[in-house]
């Protein structure tokens, strides 16, 4: 399933995010701070056990975004290397979830 045009792909990720965006945003940040944010996501994901099968069935019903996005905003905060807005970083977030729910579609 991974070659499946509908499984979760870094690069289709980002174009996505990208057309979810305000301009003024989409144009502040290059591809690979697109990516940490996305990568960041998923660390949140593992450590909070989203990634375990056993939470497959009930991965939406348990995700809180509120709690999401301030974990991502801490990280963000926390890299050096990393300076955005943190209401950049929670649009886009959301716009990476929106992403998952779109490939969740054709499921």
Do not use: C, H
Not at 7 to 33: G, H, M, T, W
Not at 69 to 74: A, D, F, G, L
Not at 89 to 94: D, G, Q, S, T, W
Request: hydrophobic share 35%; proline share 1%.
């Amino acid at each position: 399933m991974e070659n499946n045009q509908y499984s979760f792909n870094e690069d289709n990720a980002v174009k996505f995010i990208r057309a979810e965006l305000p301009e003024s945003i989409r144009e502040k940040y290059d591809d690979d701070e697109i990516l940490s944010i996305v990568d960041i996501i998923w660390d949140y994901y593992e450590d909070n056990g989203y990634l375990s099968l056993n939470s497959i069935e009930t991965e939406e019903e348990q995700l809180d975004v509120d709690d999401l996005v301030k974990y991502v905003k801490k990280e963000v905060k926390n890299d050096q290397e990393l300076i955005m807005d943190s209401k950049d970083v929670e649009l886009i977030v959301k716009a990476e979830l929106d992403y998952e729910e779109s490939l969740e579609d054709f499921i």
